[in-house]
């Protein structure tokens, strides 16, 4: 996979994702707040994007490299895991409880921190997503 691909695929994954969790029964969705969120969506996804490749240069010490780099596996298991507590972690009881700040109800929902990490991890996976070793080395400046 290119590096150009795979980061348009981190991005858009984390636009998809961005997107799917405006979907909750709590929020009142109409057209302008879904062109609004779109936006914002795209804005997200480049700076989680950005912050992933960032973090992804430790990917270049020799032995996190040398770990990293050996299976596709570790990806996997990160991508796969963190789309499970996105998706189950509320059912999982990893919960927080938070209010509506128009009605002052309170509700509980998946909590801030599995939210924002398990978005970064998908996000991380893709685009630091493990290379066969002829194809970095086969990448121009590699």
Same mark, same amino acid.
């Given at each position: 996979?290119?590096?150009?691909?795979?980061?348009?695929?981190?991005?858009?994954?984390?636009?998809?994702?961005?997107?799917?969790?405006?979907?909750?029964?709590?929020?009142?969705?109409?057209?302008?707040?879904?062109?609004?969120?779109?936006?914002?969506?795209?804005?997200?996804?480049?700076? $989680?994007?950005? &912050?992933?490749? /960032?973090?992804?240069? #430790?990917?270049?010490?020799?032995? +996190?490299?040398? !770990?990293?780099?050996?299976?596709?596996?570790?990806?996997?298991?990160?991508?796969?895991?963190?789309?499970?507590?996105?998706?189950?972690?509320?059912?999982?009881?990893?919960?927080?409880?938070?209010?509506?700040?128009?009605?002052?109800?309170? $509700?509980?929902? &998946?909590?801030? /921190?599995?939210?924002? #990490?398990?978005?970064?991890?998908? +996000?991380?996976? !893709?685009?630091?997503?493990?290379?066969?070793?002829?194809?970095?080395?086969?990448?121009?400046?590699?």
């Amino acid at each position: 996979m290119r590096k150009k691909l795979k980061l348009f695929i981190a991005w858009s994954a984390g636009w998809l994702i961005y997107m799917l969790g405006l979907v909750n029964p709590v929020a009142d969705i109409n057209l302008m707040s879904l062109i609004f969120q779109s936006i914002i969506a795209c804005f997200v996804s480049a700076l $989680f994007v950005a &912050l992933a490749l /960032l973090i992804g240069l #430790l990917n270049k010490i020799n032995f +996190i490299g040398k !770990i990293w780099y050996q299976t596709n596996l570790w990806a996997y298991i990160l991508i796969g895991g963190s789309l499970c507590i996105l998706c189950f972690g509320e059912h999982l009881g990893i919960t927080g409880t938070f209010t509506d700040p128009k009605t002052g109800d309170k $509700f509980t929902d &998946l909590h801030i /921190l599995a939210s924002v #990490l398990g978005y970064f991890f998908v +996000i991380y996976g !893709i685009a630091n997503w493990p290379l066969k070793i002829k194809e970095r080395s086969a990448e121009p400046g590699a």
